[in-house]
Each structure stands twice: as structure tokens, then as C-alpha cells.
């Protein structure tokens, strides 16, 4: 009947829409997206935003930009491959991207 096969169409519309966003049509280099998906998939053992109350299970963001001097190429190496307990996530290239644009903007310059 035709009221069915409307109402089975109308049903993907909800769906796509709850998709994660954060890496879905995500600009590259963009550390806003790169929050996004720190926040979506690494705070639950990292303190993502700066001030957050850090814990004992893996450095914090700002510890990590600020007290190591990890250039882009170490952090892209790094977050290629799962590290600690953390899930095989399949991070994107363009999700490592943002992810580096966003430890990278937490970075003060030396002389603050
Ligand atoms: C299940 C816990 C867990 C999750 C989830 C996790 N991490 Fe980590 N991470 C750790 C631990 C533990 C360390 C420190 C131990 C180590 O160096 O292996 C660490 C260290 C790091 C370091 C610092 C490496 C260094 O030595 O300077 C970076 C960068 C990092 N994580 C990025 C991320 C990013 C980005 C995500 C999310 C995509 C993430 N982590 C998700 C546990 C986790």
C-alpha cells in the first residue's frame, strides 16, 4: 500500500540525523572539531578542555600541548594507532587532523 511505503521512507530521516556529526563533513585542521571529537571519544580518560579536573588515568590536553613538546607529525604518528586501553576508534584522517589543530591550540606561546 502506498500510506507504508511513505511511512518506511520517513523513517530514515530521524536516523541519519542522529549520526554523529563531529567527523561527518569534518574541515580538517578546524580544532573547534577537533573539541568536538575529543570530547566525544577521549574524555572519558583524558581532561580534554583546558581546566578540567585532570585524573589519574592519562595526562591531560593541556598537559599533553603544554609540559611535552609534541610536534604535529608525533601526534599524528600517535593517534594512528590505539594507545592504553583506549578502543580501536579508526580515527579519520581528518579527524586526527582536528584532533592535532585542537591539542595544538591549547599550546601557550613560551614566552607567556
Ligand atoms: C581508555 C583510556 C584512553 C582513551 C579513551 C584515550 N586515551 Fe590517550 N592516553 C591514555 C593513557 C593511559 C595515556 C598515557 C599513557 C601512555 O603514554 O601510553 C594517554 C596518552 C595520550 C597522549 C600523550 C602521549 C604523550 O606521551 O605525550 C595523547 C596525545 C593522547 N593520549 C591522545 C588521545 C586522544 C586524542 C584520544 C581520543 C581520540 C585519546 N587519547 C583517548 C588513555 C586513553
Redesign the pocket.
Known amino acids: 500500500m502506498m500510506k507504508d511505503v511513505r511511512r518506511l521512507a520517513l523513517c530514515g530521516a530521524p536516523l541519519a540525523a542522529l549520526l554523529p556529526t563531529a567527523s561527518l563533513g569534518a574541515t580538517a585542521n578546524d580544532p573547534a572539531t577537533g573539541q568536538a571529537?575529543?570530547q566525544q571519544?577521549?574524555a572519558?580518560?583524558?581532561a580534554v578542555v583546558p581546566g578540567a579536573v585532570s585524573n589519574e588515568?592519562?595526562?591531560s590536553?593541556e598537559a599533553?600541548a603544554q609540559e611535552?613538546d609534541?610536534s604535529d607529525e608525533w601526534?599524528r604518528t600517535?593517534?594512528s594507532v590505539p594507545?592504553?586501553?583506549?578502543?580501536d576508534?579508526s580515527?579519520s584522517r581528518q579527524d586526527i587532523d582536528a584532533?592535532v589543530a585542537y591539542?595544538q591550540s591549547l599550546k601557550t606561546p613560551p614566552d607567556q
Open positions: 571529537i575529543a571519544w577521549c572519558s580518560c583524558h588515568v592519562a595526562p590536553f599533553v611535552r609534541r601526534l600517535w593517534l594507545h592504553g586501553e583506549m578502543p576508534l580515527l584532533l591539542l
